[in-house]
C-alpha cells in the first residue's frame, strides 16, 4: 500500500509519464493543460510561454532537439499544498547526441484537474556544462 | 518543532547574517548545494565555511518564501531571495529549495537557482512570473 497523494499530484505524475520516451508525447501533454497555461521553461532567464497553442509549440520544437525523459529519470521528491504541486526531480535526456542528467524542480499549480501554470527551476551553467556549451545558447530560441 | 517549522526558521536566521544562527539548524553531517554548478558542501564545518564566504559578500539577505510544500521530512520552498551584495547592489533571486529535515536539524539542503549574471555571481535576477 503506498501513498497516491493527491488528486492533483496524480494530474502532475501523468503529465510527467507524457514526457517519458524518444519524444514527449505532445497531445498527451496538451491534452492536460489548462487553455491559458502559463509556462516558463527556465525561470528567471527564459520567455514565458502562454497559453495552450503557444506550449504545443514549444514543446514540438523541444522535441526536434531533445528526447523525452529517458531510462533514469526519476522524482526525487514531491509535495503540494493546496493546488500547487512540487516536482524535485532528475530529467536524463539526449540533446544532440549527448546524454544528460538534468537536477531540475518543477512547480505546477492545478486548476480544475488541468495545469494552469509551470515553472522550471534549474542551474543552466549546470546543464551547459554537461552539454559543452556556453550557457547563453540556451536561451537564445525558448519560447520564440 | 516540526519540519517546516525548522526551514521556516532557518529562512528567517539568513536576514540576521549572524553565522551561528544560520547554522544553529545544520545537522552534523548536513550537505549545502547553493546551486548544481557550485560544489557540494558536505558536513557542518564545510557549510559552515561555505555560508560564511557568501555572508562576506552581501549585507542584506531575505528569503521571500512565494509557495512552499511539505512531503514526510522533505521541506519544498518556492523563493525570492532579497540579497544586496558588496559589489552589485541589490537582486532578487527566483529559485527553489529542498530540505531534508531529521528531529530539529537540516540534514540536506539543495537551491535550484540560476547562479549567475555575467559577472555578477552568486546569484540571478528575476522574479518568478506568477
Known amino acids: 500500500v503506498g501513498d497516491l497523494g493527491t488528486e492533483e499530484e496524480r494530474v502532475v505524475r501523468e503529465f510527467l509519464q507524457a514526457t517519458e520516451g524518444d ?22 532567464l527564459s520567455a514565458v510561454v502562454e497559453g495552450r497553442d503557444a506550449a504545443r509549440t514549444e514543446i514540438e520544437r523541444q522535441n526536434k532537439r ?63 556544462h554537461q552539454l559543452g556549451v556556453d550557457a547563453s545558447i540556451l536561451y537564445d530560441d525558448i519560447g520564440t | 518543532v516540526n519540519a517546516e517549522e525548522v526551514v521556516r526558521a532557518e529562512c ?15 545537522a552534523a553531517d548536513a550537505y549545502w548545494w547553493p546551486a548544481f554548478s557550485f560544489p557540494k558542501a558536505s558536513g557542518y564545518e564545510e557549510v559552515r565555511r561555505t555560508i ?58 539543495r537551491d535550484y537557482f540560476y547562479p549567475e549574471v555575467s559577472d555578477h555571481g552568486p546569484w540571478a535576477t528575476g522574479s518568478p512570473t506568477s
Open chain 1, 66 to 128: 531533445s528526447t523525452g525523459m529517458l531510462m533514469g529519470s526519476a522524482v526525487r521528491s514531491i509535495a503540494s499544498n493546496d493546488g500547487t504541486v512540487f516536482t524535485e526531480r532528475v530529467d536524463v535526456v539526449e540533446i544532440a547526441g549527448k546524454r544528460v542528467a538534468l537536477s531540475i524542480n518543477g512547480i505546477f499549480e492545478v486548476r480544475d484537474g488541468k495545469i494552469a501554470a509551470w515553472r522550471e527551476y534549474f542551474d543552466s551553467l549546470d546543464l551547459a
Open chain 2, 52 to 109: 560564511d564566504g557568501f555572508l562576506k559578500a552581501m549585507t542584506k539577505c531575505e528569503f521571500e518564501i512565494v509557495n512552499f510544500a511539505v512531503a514526510g521530512n522533505v521541506v519544498l520552498t518556492e523563493r525570492v531571495d532579497h540579497i544586496v551584495l558588496v559589489d552589485v547592489g541589490e537582486i532578487a533571486a527566483a529559485g527553489m529549495g529542498v530540505f531534508e529535515v531529521t528531529g530539529d536539524k537540516i540534514t540536506a539542503w
Open chain 2, 12 to 26: 528567517e536566521a539568513w536576514s540576521t547574517l549572524d553565522i551561528d544562527q544560520i547554522m544553529a539548524y545544520f
Open chain 1, 23 to 44: 519524444q514527449q508525447d505532445v497531445d498527451a501533454m496538451v491534452s492536460r493543460m489548462a487553455e491559458d497555461i502559463v509556462w516558463q521553461v527556465n525561470v528567471p
